[in-house]
């Protein structure tokens, strides 16, 4: 019954930015958190925030992403700024019932049971 719907997914140039948002259903929005998968690589963790509101974030993204919440639209959102080629990749909306486990550095883990969105594309060219 839990659905997530993000949007917000284009093609830009290296140094735009882009917006990011999800849309939960049937689902409290809280420990929501970013994922990313390129071509051939392995599908890694961008960032998190917690239910209070703590945000976590890959070391290759810190300070270049902020990710947020609006609790009354049950919305999430993960604003992109000096986009690199490098940031190529699906991006996936996560939902995480539990709580998120946070690797070293800061990048959060996807493990037990996770709801996942469709996944929207976001290319970077040079």
């Not at 948002?21 to 599908?43: H, L």
Request: glycine share 12%; charged share 15%.
């Amino acid at each position: 019954q839990v659905q997530l719907v993000e949007d917000g997914g284009d093609s830009v140039q290296s140094g735009g930015s882009l917006r990011l948002s999800c849309v939960a259903s049937g689902y409290t929005s809280k420990n929501m958190g970013w994922f990313r998968q390129a071509p051939g690589k392995e599908r890694e963790g961008v960032a998190s925030i917690d239910s209070d509101g703590k945000t976590h974030y890959a070391p290759s993204v810190n300070g270049r992403f902020t990710i947020s919440q609006d609790t009354a639209k049950n919305t999430v959102y993960l604003q992109m700024d000096s986009l690199m080629p490098e940031d190529t990749a699906m991006y996936y909306c996560a939902a995480n019932p539990w709580a998120w486990l946070i690797k070293p550095g800061g990048a959060p883990v996807a493990s037990g049971r996770i709801y996942w969105g469709q996944g929207t594309q976001v290319t970077v060219s040079t």
